[in-house]
């Protein structure tokens, strides 16, 4: 008699040789479909449609099937690890074991990996954040001088237009090749790009290293969300989503103080913004070089991880469904993302909402706080305290979902400081400086909700291709946002932009009752999981590479 997929994971034999199988994709889409007849279990075990993998003492040779599982079975088969699966007798229930693990690694361990992996991400975003917000800077150090009409916005609005073209393509890439080596290659092409703009003389020029930019920094964000779900459980995602998205307040930050530093340089061959862009360029390239060199492609490869340690990490973040990597593109993955998946358009339409504050205050929170007044140099000061704002409510936020996981409840309480926020500057003549900036700095709130989006994403996706193609098209739809947001500033509306202000606040109000409509369909989903599976076994997908609809034992965060 044939075993039932679930004990397809590791073989048990006692021999040196790893004489185990792996199922095919076909395979596990008939069990699927058998699984959800409750009278299927006869039926499933004539089912044989396994591919043998042939292995000696000193090799071991996948045959075809090999490909449609996750990288973490096959280094498990390879090690010959056959107690991955957690304990007998250790119950937990089923979203809290999908959001907690069951398997718990040592303080020292998550340490090391801490160290090695969440510094990278964060020393990723703060680059990515800062190289391209420099521009929201420049505009305070002269570089509108060289530019007239809409001409500023455009150089916005042409990034993201770039960014939105290449995802896809970056995605594939990501999907398909060495994650380090992509996202290295990318980032030293991005710091060249940036370093570039220090040779600029006219809009032409400047709207070229800005498409390039784009292009190249489009590897950024969904490579760092890749990474996330590697290395660490659903519960521990939230929080180290949260520390490296912060880093965007560290942006502003270390922005602020670069940009009023480089207003005190007056060269006559460059502008101090020139001068600046080249700095930042040059040390982004340097880090470029440093990931495509020294960050590994996944767990069973990183270098500062031991054998035994690889298998604990891999035991520790099974139960999180999603697995670690599958270099193969699967059609199935993507079709379902887009026209089975009763989520997607839900979240992508918050995205486009709710990240329209972003992109407004991206790219003219420097023109807006002009407005109130205030002179070049204490415009760039008051950048400062913005940094602080956004990293206080990412880390208190993302803390609070890694506690409790209450997602949709933390998230719409987001939106509320965003339109008061919206209301404030709307109501205030711009003559009361404190008013306005006090509300310009509730916009941060609603801003923040992208690490939110991160999150959610990470931990309601499962199945590599998937989870990199929705990632994709989050930020798609984030650069969107940032596109259009700009363009609600016109010129003709200066200084008040009351057409903006309004378009920001109609758009975080839509963004409550989407939010609530996609907690209300993932908890729905949650008990109809929960009644089919009622009194059977709990089958193991973990590392089938199966999408959060194909496999039942999945349960939604909400």
Known sequence: ??????????????????????????????????????????????????????????????????????????????????????EEGEELDTIKKNFYGSSILPPKLLRKID???????????????????????????????????????????????????????????????????VMGIFIACWGVALACHCACKSYAS???????????????????????????????????????????????????????????????????????????????????????????????????????????????????????????????????LFFHDKLTWPMLAITACSQMTTGAIGTFSVTITQTFGFDAYVTALLQLPIGAITIIIMIIVTQMMSKWGQITLVTTSMYIPTIVGCIVMLSLPLSHKIGNLFALYLLYSGSSVIVNIYVWNSLNTSGYCKRIFRNAATLMVYSLAYILAPQTFREANYPGYVPAKITLLVTQCICIPLQLYVGYVCLAENKKRDKEQKGKREDKYEFLDLTDIQNRSFRYMY
Request: aromatic residues 12%.
């Open 1 to 86: 008699m044939c075993r039932s997929v679930t004990h397809f994971t590791i073989d048990d034999r006692k021999s040196a040789s790893i004489g185990g199988s792996i199922p095919t994709e076909e395979y596990v889409e008939k069990k699927l479909a058998i699984d959800m007849d409750t009278s299927s279990q006869q039926e499933a075990d004539k089912i044989d449609t396994r591919v043998e993998i042939s292995s000696s003492k000193d090799d071991s040779t996948f045959t075809s099937g090999d490909e449609d599982v996750d990288i973490a079975l096959k280094f498990l088969n390879h090690k010959n690890v056959t107690d991955y699966i957690s």
């Open 206 to 336: 400047l709207m070229i290293v800005r498409t390039l930019l784009g292009v190249f920094e489009s590897s950024s964000a969904v490579g760092c969300i890749t990474i996330s779900g590697m290395y660490y459980t659903k519960s521990e995602q939230c929080a180290r989503i949260g520390y490296w998205t912060s880093q965007a307040g560290t942006g502003y930050i270390v922005g602020g103080l670069i940009s009023f530093g480089f207003l005190h340089y007056h060269g006559k061959e460059f502008a101090s913004w020139q001068i600046m862009f080249l700095v930042v360029g040059l040390f982004t390239v340097l880090f470029g070089l440093i990931t495509f060199l020294v960050l590994p492609d996944n767990v069973t490869n990183a270098w500062f991880l031991s054998e035994e340690e690889k298998i604990l990490v891999v035991r520790h973040i099974k139960d999180n469904q999603t697995g670690l990597e599958n270099k193969k593109f699967k059609w199935s993955h993507i079709k379902e």
């Open 115 to 181: 160290l090695c992996v969440l510094t990278f991400l964060c020393f990723t975003y703060l680059l990515m954040f800062l190289d391209k917000a420099l521009l929201n800077y420049a505009a305070s150090m002269g570089i509108k001088k060289h530019l007239k009409g809409d001409e500023f916005s455009n150089l916005g609005t042409i990034f993201y237009a770039s960014y939105i073209f290449m995802e896809p393509i970056v995605s594939f890439l990501l999907q398909k090749y060495p994650l380090s080596k």
